[in-house]
């Protein structure tokens, strides 16, 4: 079946580490979102990459960094720059009208 | 700037009888308009979009419409359900423009529908 694979479910890492988070998705999409989502707001876009070796900074990209080497993988590193980074992490897939949207990551950085 | 709004937090409803999820938005360039239900720590699911052409979209239990005079659309499903309990967004793109297929979210509208 086609999807989109985030991993790992729950994340814990330390203040001040950098940790990525993953993306995989097989539905051969050209177009990758990250959102992030915070207690009591919407989906908020981190990154985006509409094709492979391009991507562009959404609304909150501070502190974020993504790569796309592939078509398939989509990596968000959260750095130390990032303030407040413990949230659910969301990754999404579009080709045409057509998101689909990955499981989750929860971050907490203790 | 909040282009896409959701102003009730909360609804809750007796199983059985109707809901009414609204969203309100700023953009007029917006062309497509989705809802999707979201459970806790889970990824949202579709349910339902309409494009900006159309005033209503219909699928099963649920109805989509829009009224683009008043920058304002509603998601009804009849009957709700209690597995109808989740977390409701609306959701709004472009599919032209530098800002193409980016998706707007609002805040989100908990729905508990109640046996």
């Known amino acids: 079946d086609g999807g989109i694979t985030q991993s790992p479910k729950y994340l814990f890492r330390k203040e001040g580490q950098n940790v990525t988070l993953s993306c995989e998705q097989n539905?051969?999409?050209?177009?990758m979102y990250w959102y992030r989502q915070d207690p009591g707001q919407g989906l908020r876009l981190i990154y985006y990459?509409?094709?492979?070796?391009?991507?562009q900074k959404g609304d909150i990209a501070e502190g974020y960094s993504v790569s796309r080497e592939k078509k398939e993988s989509f990596p968000l590193t959260v750095t130390s720059a990032q303030k407040n980074p413990t949230a659910f992490y969301l990754c999404?897939?579009?080709?045409?009208?057509?998101?689909?949207f990955g499981s989750g990551t929860r971050l907490t950085v203790v | 700037d909040q282009q896409v709004k959701q102003n009730s937090p909360s609804l809750s409803v007796q199983e059985g009888r109707i809901s009414i999820l609204n969203c309100d938005y700023t953009?007029?360039?917006?062309?497509?308009f989705l809802w999707y239900k979201k459970y806790p720590a889970e990824g949202p699911t579709f349910l339902i979009s309409?494009?900006?052409?159309?005033d209503k979209n219909e699928d099963g239990r649920f109805t989509v419409f829009l009224n683009k005079s008043a920058k304002h659309l509603s998601l009804h499903i009849v009957p709700s359900q209690p597995g109808d309990s989740a977390v409701y967004f609306c959701?709004?793109?472009?599919?032209?423009?530098?800002?193409?297929?980016?998706?707007?979210f609002g805040q989100g509208t908990i729905l508990t529908v109640h046996p």
């Open positions: 999404a897939s579009r080709q045409s009208y057509g998101y689909t």
């Open positions: 539905l051969n999409h050209d177009a």
């Open positions: 990459s509409q094709i492979v070796n391009d991507f």
């Open positions: 953009n007029s360039m917006f062309d497509y």
């Open positions: 309409i494009s900006s052409i159309k």
């Open positions: 959701a709004a793109f472009r599919i032209r423009g530098t800002s193409y297929g980016k998706l707007t």
